[in-house]
């Protein structure tokens, strides 16, 4: 049986960068871009030519994709002016994209108070854009803003605007639920008549997640014959974000009943490429991934109950929709003070630690780590300080160094400009093979501070550490009042791109860090065969 062709439309570059705190560089755009290409997307919007200066730099020199196709968004012609007449729309049609997708209002009462011109004007401004898109050679498409709310309030004029576009010449018409406040019903039941009323029309979905519903409100409009999905990678978008095709894109190719009835131009082998797509977003903007993320996150495939893991160890479908390396993510069994001993040996075995299942130092282990997670202590995000913890009750962990003292001083003073500013400096005396090394480091606070004078000479363990990065810190506050306990997560990454976690936990913040920074080189001198 033939499948229909659907396709998918990105706008993370531009919609997503619309996402509060949000601002790529050019150099970002243009990696994000080309993962998109290799992901097999069909459509790349790379923003608003003439709209701002990243945008029109990126345009002047367009990425190198290989497959999808490089579009342009803009609006459709100023009132009162003519399209030969408007440098902003000349900027758009002009730019070196294959596609162009004009943005116009279908909704009356925007038409009304947001534009405050005739409803016939701004059908006359719909028809006149595409067609001078099309005559300049260009591949048409029109996004249909707040189509729904202007369906629901006057669907005659919603549809005459999308005719105007469809008429002259458009390939797509792109309807948007702008304001992200439509329902799945709704959506299925206006696209179906919208496919009525307009025979050959081709149809696209742009939905706002408002309402939490943006994947959802595109599935129910693929499911009444939307052929095109626009979104962005990890949901980004302005207000509550757009629809998320690090959702869509697994859930049109491995659910019922698209996965039997749709093809889309992205490959099973490119589909495992999705969760590292997502991470390196997350990278660019400087975050850390959204744990619990459909799919893709780091949560999406983690598990905690005893009964869940047990079932696990039989049957991995027991508690998995999808198999994880389907998206390109894996598989983690959680321990923590609710666990037993089939989340211990599942999470061993994960961890690559061979242990028999009777051996009885598999009761101490777990009996070690509730005692640690009344104190603070928590391992379903600190993976690697839950190996260090294993394997040293497993007596697989050799005593690489000897930490004597440590001290941190924080203290403003002026700098060669006579400005005053902050300076953390740190104080490490370590024992190496009997040797004692004395180090001294600055950093832009204590606990970077710490992490350099650490690693700063380790004897013959320095080479192992000279890839070794700290990429993230977080504290929580355990107990309130003056003497409260502290956690510190720590997470580092590795020259191979690995990132770890390790856990601190102190009545003192620095303490606590301290101890997760040590964690992190035991971890990775362990990992990389370091010798005792």
């Not at 990105?10 to 871009?33: E, H, N, W």
């Not at 006359?124 to 729904?148: C, P, Q, Y």
């Not at 105007?164 to 696209?191: F, K, Q």
């Not at 000897?402 to 005396?429: C, Q, Y």
Request: glycine fraction near 8%; charge should be negative; proline fraction near 3%.
């Amino acid at each position: 049986m033939s499948k229909d062709r659907l396709y998918i439309y990105d706008v993370t570059l531009r919609d997503g960068a619309q996402t509060q705190g949000v601002d790529f560089s050019v150099d970002d755009k243009r990696q994000i871009a080309e993962a998109l290409d290799a992901l097999g997307i069909d459509y790349v919007e790379g923003g608003w030519p003439g709209a701002n200066p990243a945008d029109t730099e990126f345009f002047s020199e367009r990425p190198a994709l290989k497959k999808a196709r490089f579009a342009a968004f803009g609006m459709t012609k100023r009132a009162g002016r003519s399209v030969h007449n408007d440098p902003g729309f000349a900027a758009v049609v002009n730019s070196s994209a294959e596609a162009v997708c004009l943005v116009g209002k279908t909704w009356d009462f925007q038409v009304d108070v947001a534009l405050g011109i005739p409803r016939s004007e701004n059908l006359e401004a719909i028809a006149e854009s595409i067609a001078a898109v099309k005559a300049a050679g260009r591949e048409a498409l029109f996004d249909a803003e707040h189509f729904f709310d202007g369906y629901k309030a006057n669907p005659d004029y919603a549809l005459e605007c999308i005719k105007a576009a469809h008429e002259a010449g458009a390939e797509w018409v792109v309807l948007c639920d702008t304001n992200g406040g439509s329902m799945p019903s709704e959506v299925h039941e206006i696209v179906s008549e919208v496919l009525v009323e307009i025979p050959g029309i081709r149809l696209g979905i742009h939905a706002h997640n408002d309402t939490e519903q943006a994947v959802a409100n595109s599935l129910a409009a693929v499911e009444a014959g939307v052929r095109q999905v626009q979104g962005t990678l990890n949901g980004l978008g302005e207000r509550c974000g757009n629809a998320n095709l690090c959702s869509i894109i697994p859930s049109l190719m491995l659910k019922e009943p698209f996965r039997d009835t749709l093809e889309l131009g992205i490959t099973t082998d490119q589909l495992k490429t999705l969760t590292r797509a997502s991470r390196m977003l997350d990278e660019i903007l400087n975050r850390a991934p959204a744990r619990h993320a459909a799919y893709v996150g780091p949560s999406a495939f983690a598990h905690k109950g005893g009964l869940h893991s047990s079932a696990m160890l039989k049957d991995t479908r027991t508690y998995e929709h999808v198999p994880p390396e389907s998206v390109g993510n894996r598989r983690k069994i959680l321990v923590s003070d609710q666990a037993g001993r089939s989340n211990l040996l599942a999470r061993l075995a994960d961890a690559g630690i061979d242990v028999d299942a009777k051996d009885p130092r598999l009761s101490k282990l777990l009996e070690d780590i509730k005692e640690r997670e009344h104190l603070g202590y928590t391992y379903d995000g600190a993976e690697a300080s839950f190996e260090l913890l294993a394997r040293r009750v497993l007596g697989e962990v050799p005593e690489f160094f000897e930490v004597d003292r440590f001290r941190v001083i924080v203290e403003k003073r002026h700098n060669s400009r006579g400005e005053l500013t902050t300076v953390s400096e740190a104080m490490v005396r370590v024992r190496v093979d009997g040797e004692t090394y004395y180090n001294v480091d600055f950093g832009q606070g204590p606990v970077d501070a710490l992490s350099k004078a650490l690693r700063k000479d380790l004897g013959k363990y320095s080479s192992y550490l000279a890839d070794l990065s700290l990429t993230d810190y977080k504290v929580r506050i355990l107990t309130a009042g003056t003497e409260a306990i502290t956690r510190v997560m720590v997470e580092s990454k590795d020259g191979k791109g690995t990132r770890f976690s390790t856990v601190g936990v102190s009545e003192n913040i620095v303490d606590a860090s301290f101890e997760a920074l040590v964690d992190a080189i035991y971890l990775k001198l362990l990992r990389d065969g370091a010798r005792p």
